[in-house]
Each structure stands twice: as C-alpha cells, then as structure tokens.
C-alpha cells in the first residue's frame, strides 16, 4: 500500500562485486524488532520486579500467545502469498464450537482434535477456493467467511457456551510434558513446522513467487491456483490447533472464541516485518510481533492500568515500535 | 506484399549437422483474440535447430503474443503446433518446459523479493521429498553466472536490488537452466549496454553450436544481421514474410513491417536550431554521493544535448536531480535564470521541467486511467479554476496534442494500459507538450519503440526543439545522440569526461571514451558504425 | 447439535401460568428489540423472552435479534413501530442512546416495556423493569466481607473480574462492590475487565493470577466468562481462595451445590426479567394489571433483587439458572 | 493484491478494431451491482408486501445509512488513494464523545457541530501524517490511531454515554426539511460533494494518480505526501460528520459508538468496485454498497431471522453479489 517506497526507483550498476545477502536488511529489521521486545520486557520488570520475569508468569504469556500465535503463523503464510484472511477469528469459533458439541465430545479426545483440525482446514479451503477459482479478491471471500463462520457457530452452539465434559482432552491439554505445559509445545512445534515449510521446502519458497509476482510464478510453471487455495487451507488448519487451544484453556467452547483475532494476527505479521503486498516476510518478525503484543498486555494487567489508558498507550506503542525499529535499521544499513 | 520464401539458402548452411532437414518447431496459422482485439490473425513461424530465427514487427504486431503462445501461457483459439513434426498441445507454462521451450519474456518476469539462486529454479527446484536443496541450487547458479561471464552476481542476493542488465541476465540463466532445445528471447537487448550485448550473443553463438535453436526478437536491425540466420516479419497479427535473410535490406524490413516507406532508422542532423542568446537550463557542480559528482553544463533555447554512458553511469540519476525527484548534496539548478528548489519536483515542474522517465510503465503512466488524465497529469492547475476541472477544455487539449503527435488510435478516454509500448511513449511526450514546458529530460525515449515510431519520436523531438525547447537526452544508443543531439556530454562512473558538439564526434570516439577503464569492459567489441546503417 | 439435553424444561423461566390473567385475552403484537446475543446471558434473556411468547396463545412475537450498535437498534425500533406492534419491550444496548426512539414510540402511541439498561427519561417508556446492577455489587461485596471477617483476614486481598468496561453496568457493579468493601473496611484489590466471554475471561485472569500472587476472594462479574475465570484459576493451581460469581447460571450453581472448588456464591441477576417483561407487556396491551397488587395498573417500575446463592439456597433458584 | 491482472502484458495494435471505451467496464460493474441491489430489495417487497417498500421503512433505512454512508465516502478517497484506514469507527467515537461534553454543549450546537468536525479532522490528519511524513504503512498506523482514539474517547466520557441536553442541536439535525429526513440531506449532500471532488476537481484527480503510481504521480510534479495526509484528513472529516449523525440519532455520545464501522465501510467500499490495491474506483459504487448492507439487514429484520441466520447468509449474500456482479459484466463485455 505505501506506494512510494515501493515504486522507488531501483537500478544498480553491475560493478558493485560485494554480494549484498537478501536477508541482511531483514535481519536488521528484526533486531530492532527484538530490542522493542527487550525495551518491554524491562519495562515490565521494573514495574513489577517481584513477578513479571517469573517463571510463571513467563508461562502464563506464552500460553496466552499460544492461540494467537498459531493463528499468526498461518496469516503469514497468507500475507507472504500476497493475500489477507479476515475470517481466522471465526473460524477459530466455529471449530471451537463443532469440536465440543455433545456428539462430538461422545466421541472422545481424538475425534475431537480431529474434528477441530478438519473444520479448520475445510473453512480454509473454502476461502482458498472462492479466492483462487472463483477469482474473488481475498478481502471479500475471508469477509464473507467471516460472518458466516461465526453465524454457523451460534448456529451449532445455540449461542451456549459448551463446557467440556470430556476430561481425556481436557487432561491431556492442559497437561505439562517435561515441566513446560502442552500449549507452548504446540506453539514451539507449529512454528518450527511452519519455518521449515516456509524457508526449506519448495511450497514454502514458491509461496514468495506467488506473492512477489503471480504472474512469474505462473510462467515459471508453478500452479498458482492450486498454491493459493492450499495456503488458505493452512490458515484454516491452524486455526482448527487455535481452536483445539482455545478449548483446552477455556474447557468450553463458544461461537464468542477468537473475536478480534483477525486484526491481532494481521498486526503481528505487519509489526514483525511482513509486507502486506505480498513476497517479503519472515515467521520470527511474527513470533516476535505476537510476543510483544502478550507483554504489552499482561504489563498493563499486571500494573492494574484502565482499558482507555491501555488503549491509547497500545496505539502509541504500535507506532512507537515501528519507528524504533526504523531507525535502528537505518542507522545500522548506514554503518555497513 | 512481397513472395513468402520458405526455404532459404544462407539458413540452410547453418542448420546444424546432426538434423539437417528436420524442422523443430512449426506453428502454423496461430490465432488469438482477446476481448475487443484480434492480437494474432493466422500466424504461421518454421524454426529449424541451432537457427537464430528473428521475429520482426510492429509494437503490437503479436510478437510477445506468439511466443506466449509458443510457451504454453496463452492459449490460441485456432492453428496448429509442431514439435519436431509431432502435433502438440501447450496447455501450459509446465507443458512447453517439460518440451524442451524456454523462454524470457518481453516484461522482466522475475520475482523481486527473492534470491537469484531461487528466481533460476523457480518451479523446477532441485529438491528432495519436497526439501528444497538449497546448496544444489547455490552451486548451480554460480555455474551459470560464471558460464555467463558475471560471477559476481551471487546466487543469494535479492534480484529486486539488481539492475535492469542484472535482471536480464537472471533471466538467461534461467532459460539456460532448463537445458532447452528452443529458447525464446524477447527484447533481451532493451536494457543491456553494448558490452552486455556483445557478451549475449558469444553466449547464443554458443548455444547455437550446440544445435539450441533460439528466436529471437529485437527493435534493433543492426541485432539482427549480427546474430540472425532468418527473419520473419509480423505485421498485424499476420505473417507478411518468413525465411528472409538476415542482410535483407533495411528499407524492405521496415517497408514489410509498416507498410510504409521509412527512409532512415537513426536520424541525420539538419541545420540546428540552436539560440545561443538564450540560456534555459544550467547545472552547476551538481553531485549526490555515490552516484555522479559535479555535473555542470548547460542547454541553450532549441538546443538537444545528449548523455551517452554505460548503464550505470549515473545518467538517469542526474535527470531525476535536475527533475527534483532526487535532492543533490551539492549543486544548483537553473532554469531561465531562477534557481530551483532543490528536491521538489513541484517546483521544477512549475518553472517548466519536465522529465520522461526511464521506466515508462513505473514512474510515468496511470495504466488504469484515460490517456487524457495521463497527458494533462502535470498542467491540472492549467485546466481548473479553484481546483474544478475544465474537463472539456482538457479533453480538447489532449486530443489536440494527440493528434499532433499522430498517437493511435488518438481516443483520450481509452485507458493508456491497452497502448502498445511506442504509442505509451509518445502519451509521455505529451504530458510535457501539454504543459508547454522549458525543459525536456528524455530518459531513454525510445527503448522498446518499433523502427517506424522511432522516427516519428525523432521528429517531434525536433519539431520541440525548434519551438524553443531546451532538451536532454540520455540514449544508450550512440546513434541516436550523434543523430539527434546539437551536444553530446559522456558521462563516466557520474563524472563528465567529454563535453563536445556532436559534430566532432564519431560514433566510433564516443564508444571509446564510453568504455575507457570501466570495470566491466571485458571484450571491448564497439558497434561497427557501418553495421549501424 | 446443543448441550441441551431434550426435552429439558429449565432452559427458560416462564411467568404467569397461574391466577386470573392466565387465560387468553385479546391478541397482542408484541414486539422485542435487544442487543446481541453474544453471550450466554443476552442469549438468555432473548431466549426466555420468546419461551415466555410461546405461553400466550393470543400474543404475536416480533423480535428483532440483536445488535450492539446502537445506530441499528435504532433502526430495528423504527422498523417495529413502522409495523405498528401494540407494545414494545426494548432491552437497549446503551439506554441513553435509546431514550430518544423510545420516546418516539411513546409518542406514536406504542406502551414501551424498557427491561434492565434505563433510558434516559421516564417519557420514554411505561414501564421498567431490571436488575439492580449497584445492588448486584454490593450484595456481592457484603458476602465476600462477611466471609472474610468469618475467616478472621485483617488485610484481605479481594480481586475482581469485571464485564466489558464500557458499559454503565459494569461501572455500576464495580461501585457497588467497592462501596459494599469499604463498609467493611476492606478494598478492591487487583482488577481487570473481560467481554464477558469465557475466552476473554480466561486471559484476563490469567494475568491477574500473575500479578497477585495471594488472593482471598475473587469476584467475577458474569458467570459465562466465568468459565474461563475457573479454566484459567485451574491451570494456575490456585485454591486459596473463594470465588463469588455473577448473573447465576446453572452451571455455576451446579459448582456451588457441589461445593468442591472455590466458587461459594453467585449473585443473582436473573435473566429471567425478560420472561417478566413479555407477561408484563401482554397485560399491558390487553389493559390488565398485576392479580397480586392493589394497583389496577401494571407498576411503572421493577426492579428485580439480586440474591446470593449460596450451597444453602441454591436449590430454591436452579429453576432460574440459565445455560452460559 | 490480485498480481496477476497487474502484471498481465498491455499492448496495443495501432489500428485497433473495436476503441473500448475507458469507463464501460466500470459501468457494466455498477450496473450489475445496481442489479443485486434491486433485486434485494424485490426480495424485501416480495416477503414483507405491507411494510417494506413503504415511505417510512425506505426513511429508516437511509437514516441507517447515514452515518456509515459518510464514513464509507470518505474511505473511498483513502483507498483510491491506495491506503486503508482502520480508525473511523474509533474516530467516531471520538468525534460523538467530544463534541457532547458537558463543557462543549454548554457552548451550543455550533460549537458541537464544529467540534466533532474537528475532532475527526485533527484524527484523520494524525493518521495522514503519519503515514506520508512518518512512513508508516497504513495499515499499522491507523490500526495504532484504532486502539488509541478509542482509548481516549473512553478516558474522555469516563465510559458514561452522554446525553445531549442541547435541544437545539437534537432539534435540528432530528428534524426534517422539506419533508426529508435532515440525515438524508446530509448524506446525500457528502455524496454529492464528494462526487465532484472526486470527478471534477484537481484534488480527485490527484488521488487517482497517488493510488494508480504514486511514483509518477510524484515525476508529474504532484506532492503525493500532502495529498495522502489530505485524503485521510478527508476521511477523518467524514467520520466528524457520521459522528453528528450518529449524536443526532443516539441524542448522545458513547465510546461504544462507531463499533466495526471500518469493516462495514470497507465491505461497501469493495463491493462497490473500487480496488484495494488502488488508483481505481467510483462513489457511486460505494453508495449502492452501502445501500446493498442496508437493504439486506432490513430484510433480515423485516423476515424475523435470527442473527446466526442473518450472518451466514450474509457471507453467502457477499459472494453471490460479487459473482453475480461479475457473470454480468462480462456477459455484456462479451457482446460488444
Ligand atoms: N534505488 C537505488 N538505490 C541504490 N542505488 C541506486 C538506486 N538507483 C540507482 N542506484 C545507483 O546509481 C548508479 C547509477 O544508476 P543507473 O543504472 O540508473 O545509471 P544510468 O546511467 O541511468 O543507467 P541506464 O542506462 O540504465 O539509464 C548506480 O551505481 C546504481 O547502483
Ligand atoms: N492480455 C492481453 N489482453 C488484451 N489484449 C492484449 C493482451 N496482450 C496483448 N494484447 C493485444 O495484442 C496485440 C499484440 O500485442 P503484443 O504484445 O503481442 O505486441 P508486440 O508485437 O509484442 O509489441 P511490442 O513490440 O510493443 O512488444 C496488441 O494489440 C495488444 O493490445
Ligand atoms: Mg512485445
Ligand atoms: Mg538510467
């Protein structure tokens, strides 16, 4: 969107002989990105020394960015293709709501899991299908999922709140495996999976052609349509592990799940360095954009700050970071 | 129209050994439409191996649509495909690779965010069970650029941070990657200097020796009797002549292409028009780090000076400074005897600077909007009061102006994106004209620009000048400035080496003190002047 | 596809089934504007209303389901009194930015029944009848302070998990609750706000538990983020406490009659106040009053009591417990 | 976003056979989304005879449109421009609570009217500088003006609705003129205005140019940084006036005013035809947009659906319309 960057003109002798790495910049970006996460965490203890860098208030964050984390993971794979997805909140809901429904939960835990991962991924492939064949830009297919979704969510719930009665999914889930709860494995895991994808395998590199010029990448030979569509289904696939998260803190599930998640998700992936055209990106920026969102949020809980006062320091901050970011990048790029 | 010759003697000898007779490809009666028009109307195209076969045209012609065609990403609505007598059917991109068909496309069709190790192996990484192998990639491409003649350009680095050349040549390399019988070159010599181009064709002499059929396509004919074995011209969407020699004479090509008589490709200099009294445009001591360093000259009424220099010399940046597009660490410009205010294209535009950018499709052109908006983009102010348009003085102007400059078809609602790529650059010219400006920055005006819309820019670039106009033009066609300009300013690694009447110069001195010590020169091959017609 | 087991007869609470003005009267258009039923309580209350509805062969149901933007309940008022219902009972998301379309339905001749949130003026409705929000507060306060003082704690450190904070309710349930523990000499310790969803409610408790490392008591606005306020006291391992609910679903009274974990009490505020207004609004229409009362006109005011339910009383109110 | 249209090669024979017309592309878009509007509202008359296609109930339904009819004006211009803008709801919010203070209305409607314009001016501007002069992407820096603007109109109101007891103020803009609602007039005024600013002006142009290729707009002479800080200051603008509107209505200012108004504006917005990638669009789409939310929520009221049914078919409604819009268009570019 911010034309002028972009349309700057580019040119280049073919003298200079120092090969500039692609990822030099980036990994500029990402430290000043890492010091406003730093900057916050000091933040954070200085003003409660006595229980923010606890080891379990550390655990609770993490947990707290369990959901949203997944669920940005899969945005950035979408983002980075050069599309947007507005429906993850309610598709978090929706599979939220059809994974403890009664008949669902008689089946036990796996069915449950299975369940929450399959709404996740058709809901996904919808999107990604409407938006690849039938040619409707992503905006509006995710927007139309987005009521939708949720729609069929209370649909399902009957607007209840739906209490997990199943205590193997619930055991298991809110479990620890060696001493670090099952949530921030899945988290670490769904990342890791994600950073091979993205940067090791040939889906994930063709996913930047897609995104940087779809036209290339269809000359190239690449099957764009078929790309596209399975990038939405693993937006969709990890909102179905958002969702089976979701369920596991909450022990319910509700069509009120995953509200605003849109907007949380698309703001980790911008903060953490993704170009919203498409063809740049890196899924740390996003760990990193999602983790300095949880710490801005438990400092103000933990300080007992005002939701208004919350609500305009965040705005501050957001633009704080980013220009922080800005300038240590630039004065860096300078240096070398 | 003239015969069609099929078989031709001097193609013949060059057809390589193993395969004498056999054809490799043979399209015959490719038609295409798109919505509103007919871009190919039964075109028929007979490549033989290890052939530089040449495709001539118009801008609009259909050459690009033809080898889209040829390369599975467009499908044709009638005709036949031959493959080494074989019918078949390109459904897509994948099908004409899997062929043995590569080709670099006319618009760079490269992935800027990317590395060039990556752009090379697109859709066809090496890769195990869906692994990339990155290093297998690396090794690979540094081979290529190695057999390429540009080591330098390493495998990791970004392709959007590389010249227009660079990109080029990441284009070639990728071709060359797929092992191709057949590789399609569409104006691969658009960006690329003449030492570039002389290391393009050592590399498509040598894929020839190979048996690797190429066609190629070029506006410039002096290209063709370089390399070509055989020319097919295209005119229309039709076929007008296929098989025809490569020293066929320039008039006929450009006769069967147009249809009309065009005397001469590069200009011959008329008396000047030159008013020594008045000095519009002068530029002192000018620099910006790194790119070019006290830039001084000047540029009387009715005066053309041209810029001659490598790519990469910094002549592009120097116009976007005196344009206000780019602010100077140092230097003044002035224009009728007032400074300008460094860095603002606003107030350069306002005293009546005006710059045809380089990048026609990026930096100059509303694609989406009507060729009126376009033209008057830079004189609104002229066409309202308090801000509400004169949309019917507007529309009057523009038409006027496009008429003048015999732009077709000269509608100005159409919207500047369905032009051919002559006709775009003439709709640049006009928003210039429109605003009656002083000064005129021509950043390579006729790149991609057919022989027969080359003289008719050759002549308004002249008519301009005679009405007063002072003019800047940078070409990497030393032709073009020798023909064209009253004063020709080398320019290298951003300092002025020569600044001299165009008179002096011979085609031949300005290569030379082009080139003189720049890095890149490895074979120092200039343009033969009597090849350049 | 619900929770609900079939058949099941508790999901709603209906009035008047009993007395005199249980027997049909003249045919009422009812018509019922509320905001959206995002959550377990709003969805009770429009549930009951229609459960109540269904009761009266003679009454015409028109609801109109839910919004929070005030702009489109606006809207969906004037649509009803375009169609020209006989009485409307209108449960406004934000009362204030209501009065004024509830005036025009008074003026247009239509009696309003205005349940819970308050317009601005009395020209603006017939009747009302609502919870009492400060009253809510301070019954919850009392009995965390009778609690603490029944333990003997000097300085106890008493949380709060309050509703969506931008809601007059819940600014008056916090005062309610701060000036209830200050009665007793006691203040509200640590405090944060949810949207009254069991997600939100988990993630702000969870950070509240970081952040007091002791508590004492605990009170949770609503017992549907109340789900996630126990989720999230379970995954901390935290039972030093008690913990006073709010609204009184089933679910939390289920808990508090099996009394194994930290919840002790919920205060009541029953959606059932919107099965009340439906009855109210039928006699409205047929011009009846209350059977019970002196009055021969329906009352211009109700306010519903706030109970607490504790272990010992839960029984008598399971009938009004809602599903979260 | 959609590359492949961008990238697609334009060239052009010099004697072509048919000169497409520059707009009748566009108009072939409006005309098959004036269809589904008609059609929507057919469907209104045909299930709600009585009461739908009444004097009163097409009132309604544009005083609805009001407020979110001006926003959405506003949002065109932005995107046109080739941004987004995230706050108006928030700036809404801001706008209402401000002009409705007890120190504002004490100083009588002018000064209430004037102050809500200036609130949303001051907001827009803040994003437009950011954006152009800070170089923050649009995104990021009015999602940062989201959080905050509501913020402040919390702190500002204490979270209280305040009523307004101006009666000159509610009078006014409560009442009629000529027999029309005054909201009506006010909306179709900003439309108007806004139509020639947008097609008969410098400035319209301008925004064309700046979203079509912001770098030549910028080679044309054109200061593309104050004209993007111009058009969100615009923008900001409109939501002052859709915050009158909503006072107006409400006869208070709430910080809960403006909820999701940035997801409704932008829905109308895309749905009218304007691309979000910029440089092309039209008001008059954006109206029918508007018009078609509109029309379709009435229809859901009317009809006594529940809101879960409402929102799936809401989705279902998006994708037919966009579909439907299409097959048209090109059924007829197929004639000609
Ligand atoms: N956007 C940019 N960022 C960094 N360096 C740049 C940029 N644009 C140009 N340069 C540098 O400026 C110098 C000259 O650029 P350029 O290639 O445009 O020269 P030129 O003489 O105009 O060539 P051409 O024949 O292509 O017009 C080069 O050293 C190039 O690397
Ligand atoms: N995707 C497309 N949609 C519509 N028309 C097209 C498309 N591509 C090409 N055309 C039309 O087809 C005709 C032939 O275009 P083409 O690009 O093949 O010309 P060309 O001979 O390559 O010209 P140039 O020398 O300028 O590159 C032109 O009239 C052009 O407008
Ligand atoms: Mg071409
Ligand atoms: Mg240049």
Redesign the interface.
């Known amino acids: 969107m911010a034309a002028p960057e972009q349309t700057a003109v580019r040119a280049e002798t073919p003298a200079p002989l120092a090969p500039t790495k692609s990822a030099s910049r980036l990994d500029l970006r990402l430290a000043g990105l890492l010091g406003v996460l730093v900057l916050l965490c000091v933040v954070g203890y200085v003003t409660r020394p006595e229980s923010f860098l606890t080891e379990a208030n550390i655990s609770t964050m993490l947990r707290l960015a369990a959901a949203i984390g997944v669920v940005s993971v899969g945005m950035t794979f979408v983002i980075i293709s050069g599309g947007i997805d507005l429906s993850v909140g309610s598709i978090v809901a929706l599979a939220s709501v059809w994974a403890t429904t009664l008949a669902t939960q008689a089946y036990g835990p796996v069915v449950m899991v299975l369940c929450a991962l399959l709404v996740g991924l058709a809901c996904g492939m919808v999107n990604g299908v409407l938006i690849s064949y039938g040619k409707i830009v992503p905006f509006i297919a995710t927007l139309a999922m987005y009521a939708s979704a949720r729609g069929l969510a209370e649909r399902i719930s009957g607007r209840r709140t739906q209490v997990v009665s199943e205590t193997g999914f619930t055991d298991f889930f809110r479990g620890d495996f060696l001493g670090v709860p099952i949530l921030i494995w899945m988290l670490a895991l769904v990342f890791a999976v994600g950073w091979v994808l993205l940067n090791r395998t040939t889906f994930g590199r063709r996913t930047f052609a897609v995104g940087g010029n779809a036209e290339a990448a269809r000359l190239a030979g690449i099957d764009v349509k078929r790309h596209t569509a399975l990038v939405y289904g693993i937006a969709g696939l990890c909102c179905g592990i958002a969702a089976i998260m979701v369920i596991a803190r909450t022990t319910s599930g509700a069509s009120t799940n995953g509200l605003f998640y849109e907007l949380d998700a698309i703001a980790a992936v911008v903060i953490g360095g993704t170009l919203l055209s498409g063809g740049r990106g890196t899924l740390i920026g996003t760990l990193i954009g999602v983790l300095i969102f949880t710490v801005l949020n438990s400092i103000f809980t933990q300080n007992n700050l005002d939701t208004d006062i919350q609500n305009i320091a965040k705005g501050v901050i957001i633009v704080a970071a980013v220009l922080l970011q800005r300038t240590t990048s630039r004065r860096n790029a300078d240096k070398t | 129209m003239r015969a069609i010759s099929l078989v031709n003697q001097a193609a013949a000898c060059e057809v390589s050994h193993q395969e004498e007779a056999d054809l490799l490809l043979a399209m015959t009666g490719i038609g295409k439409s798109f919505?509103?028009?007919?871009?190919l109307d039964g075109v028929d195209l007979v490549v033989e191996p290890g052939e530089v076969h040449c495709l001539l045209g118009?801008?609009?012609?259909?050459k690009?649509?033809l080898i889209?065609v040829l390369?599975g990403?467009h499908q044709p609505d009638e005709g036949e495909i031959r493959w080494q007598g074989e019918p078949v059917r390109l459904s897509?991109?994948?099908a004409a690779?899997r062929l043995g068909v590569a080709?670099m496309?006319?618009?760079l069709?490269?992935?800027?965010?990317?590395?060039v190790a990556?752009n090379i192996f697109?859709?066809?990484?090496p890769?195990r069970f869906?692994?990339?192998r990155?290093a297998a990639a690396r090794t690979a491409t540094a081979a290529l650029m190695r057999r390429l003649g540009?080591p330098?350009?390493?495998p990791?680095?970004?392709v959007?941070?590389?010249?227009?050349?660079?990109q080029q040549l990441v284009s070639m390399a990728?071709a060359l990657a797929h092992d191709a019988r057949l590789i399609v070159m569409d104006e691969p010599t658009a960006a690329l200097a003449s030492d570039?181009v002389d290391n393009l064709f050592r590399i498509v002499a040598e894929l020839t020796a190979d048996g690797v059929a190429i066609v190629y396509i070029s506006h410039r004919l002096e290209e063709i009797r370089r390399i070509g074995s055989r020319v097919t011209v295209i005119k229309?969407?039709r076929t007008v002549a296929t098989g025809l020699p490569a020293d066929t004479p320039t008039a006929e090509l450009v006769d069967l292409m147009s249809g009309r008589k065009v005397e001469t490709v590069f200009p011959h200099r008329d008396e000047t028009t030159v008013d020594p009294t008045t000095e519009v445009l002068r530029v002192e001591g000018l620099s910006r780090r790194g790119e070019f360093a006290d830039v001084g000259f000047t540029v009387h009424a009715g005066e053309i000076v041209g810029i001659a220099g490598l790519?990469?010399a910094g002549r592009?940046e120097i116009l976007?400074t005196i344009?206000g597009?780019r602010r100077p660490d140092k230097g003044t410009v002035t224009v009728d005897g007032k400074r300008l205010r460094p860095g603002s294209?606003?107030a350069?535009?306002?005293a009546g600077v005006g710059?045809a950018?380089?990048?026609r499709k990026?930096?100059?052109?509303?694609?989406?909007?009507?060729l009126a908006?376009n033209v008057t983009?830079?004189s609104?102010?002229a066409?309202?009061t308090a801000?509400?348009?004169d949309?019917a003085r507007e529309h009057r102007d523009a038409k006027a102006t496009l008429e003048r400059l015999e732009l077709?078809?000269a509608?100005p609602?159409?919207?500047v994106?369905?032009?051919?790529?002559g006709?775009q650059q003439k709709a640049v010219v006009a928003?210039w004209l429109v605003h009656g400006c002083r000064v005129l920055l021509l950043d390579e005006p006729t790149r991609g620009v057919d022989v027969g819309a080359r003289a008719e820019l050759y002549r308004l670039i002249r008519e301009l000048a005679a009405s007063g106009v002072a003019v800047v033009l940078v070409s990497s066609e030393v032709p073009e400035v020798l023909g064209l300009a009253d004063r020709v300013l080398v320019l290298r690694e951003g300092h002025v080496v020569a600044d001299r009447p165009a008179d002096d110069l011979t085609e031949a001195a300005v290569l030379d003190c082009v080139m003189e010590g720049h890095?890149?020169t490895g074979s120092a091959h200039a343009l033969d002047p009597e090849e350049a017609i | 596809t619900s929770n609900e087991a079939p058949g099941s007869t508790n999901t709603a609470a209906v009035a008047g089934q009993t007395g005199e003005n249980s027997a049909p009267g003249a045919p009422v258009t009812i018509g019922f504007s509320a905001p959206a039923a995002d959550h377990g309580w709003m969805a009770a209350m429009t549930k009951n209303a229609r459960a109540q509805a269904e009761q009266f062969s003679e009454v015409t149901f028109k609801a109109t389901e839910g919004t929070n933007d005030v702009n489109q309940q606006i809207a969906q008022v004037e649509t009803l009194i375009n169609e020209a219902v006989d009485v409307l009972v209108i449960l406004p998301f934000d009362g204030k930015a209501l009065t004024a379309v509830g005036k025009q339905a008074m003026d247009a001749g239509i009696p309003v029944i205005n349940v819970d949130r308050v317009f601005d003026t009395a020209l603006a409705y017939r009747t009302w009848i609502g919870g009492d929000n400060y009253r809510m507060g301070v019954n919850a306060g009392n009995y965390i302070g009778q609690q603490m003082k029944a333990k003997n704690i000097a300085n106890p450190v008493i949380g709060e998990v309050a509703g969506i904070d931008s809601l007059p309710l819940t600014q008056q349930r916090s005062k309610g609750f701060a000036d209830a523990l200050a009665g007793h000499g006691f203040k509200v310790g640590p405090r944060v706000s949810a949207q009254f969803t069991p997600e939100s409610g988990e993630q702000q408790t969870a950070n509240l538990l970081q952040g007091a490392p002791k508590l004492d008591a605990l009170w949770n606005h609503d017992d549907d983020q109340g789900i996630g306020v126990l989720a999230a006291i379970d995954s901390a391992s935290r039972s030093e406490f008690i913990m006073v609910g709010g609204a009184g679903s089933k679910n939390m009274m289920d808990l508090i009659k099996a009394d194994s974990g930290v919840v002790k009490a919920t205060v009541l505020y029953s959606p059932s106040m919107a099965s009340s207004a439906i009855a109210l609004a039928r006699l409205l229409g047929q011009s009846k009053g209350l059977g019970d009362l002196a009055e021969h006109e329906v009352p211009a005011s109700i306010t519903t009591y706030s109970a607490v339910v504790t272990k010992e009383n839960v029984d008598q109110y399971m009938d009004v417990g809602f599903d979260s």
Chains 1, 4 share one sequence.
């Open positions: 919505p509103g028009v007919r871009a118009q801008n609009g012609a259909g690009s649509t889209k390369a990403a897509s991109p994948v690779l080709t496309y006319q618009e069709d490269l992935v800027p965010g990317v590395s990556e697109l859709g066809h990484e890769a869906g692994f990339a990155k540009h330098e350009i390493h990791d680095r970004e959007g941070t590389l010249s227009a050349a660079g990728r570039e229309d969407g790519v990469g592009s976007e344009a597009a294209v606003g350069a535009v306002r710059l950018p380089e990048e990026s930096q100059a052109l509303l694609l989406d909007l009507p908006h983009l830079a609104l102010p066409y309202s801000g509400y348009l949309r077709r078809p509608d609602r159409r919207l994106g369905t032009f051919s790529g006709n928003r890095v890149m």
